[in-house]
């Protein structure tokens, strides 16, 4: 192909025929390389497209009846440059901005609001992170270094992973098939963090001292937590028609990605009396956070999360000796495994315990004393 730049001090030129782009089936678009070097090495990239057969990324450089093309030539470089060419896509979704597109379908979910603003809050991290310029498009998800990013993230395994999980929700959505190419491909490339085990250091005594502190206003919402193991979502989600007097029990609704389930849990009648006042909710999730901590804080306690209070209520229940299976249908876990988590401190006090019992431990340690100097 013989260069030709578009003016006298201006980037060279493609003109090429190529079968089966459409048309006449001539290229004719700016290569934007300045220097006839820069020129040669991306007639190679389009070498290289012609020997891949991507002949969707040729017709996508093209300007179609007078409107832009596309695909610009820099995102082809920049694509070749990390060695993601052969992936590249230039499907109509995907060359949407990235940004606005995201918020939009986001908004558009039908999904409980705090995973829709935790979808929302992530996405905006990774805005802020600089990986993807302002102008970015939906493709340009793929040309991100995942292992990169995730390796200089420097906020907790759950947010990078909600990340992940928000990346593939959008995807999903978007392009309406969680088994797209696109995001199929994209989700092998972005590593999950390991996440430790949420364990916390709370007791049925310490919750009590901390209730003394709280404000009786916002004390139903506490009980009704710790005393149904539900997650906050659920909780505030309850609406007058989910509660049933007569046994007791409340309707828990859930919205798993796009169907709503629910399940019901049979409640110990002064817990139901707790429940009963939270719904509807009087004040906000975050306002009763607030409360909680403050009150956690004049006890001389760490405060717990609300969502901690969850994992207390399995923890001290598989304790007192409830069966996992009833237990993981009163937390409404998909999996045994998720409830199984809740052994894990039993089963390291019976090691100690066993220990202690072979070595002869005394029950009270003997404590030694200090003498004073000059006594």
């Not at 995907?94 to 939009?104: D, F, Q, S």
């Amino acid at each position: 192909m013989t260069p030709t730049r578009t003016s006298a001090k201006g980037r060279f030129r493609f003109d090429r025929v190529i079968q089966g782009i459409g048309g006449d089936d001539r290229l004719q678009v700016t290569s934007g390389a300045r220097t006839l070097k820069e020129f040669r090495r991306r007639e190679g990239i389009l070498n290289k497209l012609i020997e891949l057969g991507r002949l969707d990324i040729l017709r996508a450089l093209k300007p179609q009846q007078g409107r832009r093309a596309a695909l610009a030539m820099s995102e082809v470089v920049e694509a070749d440059r990390r060695e993601r060419l052969s992936s590249l896509s230039v499907e109509p979704l995907l060359v949407k901005p990235l940004w606005a597109t995201a918020r939009a379908t986001i908004r558009a979910m039908g999904i409980e609001p705090a995973t829709k603003k935790q979808y929302r809050d992530r996405l905006a991290a990774l805005e802020r992170s600089g990986a993807l310029p302002s102008a970015a498009r939906v493709s340009d998800l793929a040309s991100i270094d995942w292992r990169e990013l995730e390796g200089g993230w420097g906020r907790s395994p759950a947010h990078w992973n909600q990340l992940r999980r928000a990346v593939s929700r959008f995807l999903t959505v978007l392009l309406g098939d969680e088994h797209h190419p696109f995001r199929r491909d994209l989700l092998k490339g972005i590593p999950a963090r390991v996440e430790i085990d949420r364990e916390p250091d709370f007791t049925p005594a310490a919750f009590h001292l901390a209730m003394r502190k709280l404000d009786p206003v916002y004390r139903p919402y506490i009980w009704a937590l710790i005393g149904t193991g539900t997650r906050g979502g659920e909780l505030w989600g309850l609406e007058p028609e989910d509660l049933m007097p007569l046994t007791h029990g409340i309707r828990v609704r859930r919205k798993l990605k796009n169907r709503w389930t629910h399940r019901v849990i049979e409640l110990e009648p002064t817990i139901y009396d707790w429940v009963k006042r939270c719904v509807p909710a009087a004040f906000s999730r975050d306002t009763v956070r607030r409360k909680w901590y403050a009150a956690c804080r004049a006890a001389k306690l760490d405060p717990p999360r609300l969502h901690d209070l969850r994992h207390c209520h399995g923890q001290w229940t598989l304790d007192a000796g409830v069966p996992d299976a009833d237990v993981q249908a009163q937390l409404g876990h998909q999996t045994a495994y998720m409830t199984r988590r809740y052994r894990k401190r039993a089963q390291r006090r019976a090691t100690s315990e066993a220990i202690a019992r072979v070595l002869g431990v005394p029950r009270k340690v003997p404590q030694r004393k200090i003498r004073r100097k000059g006594a």
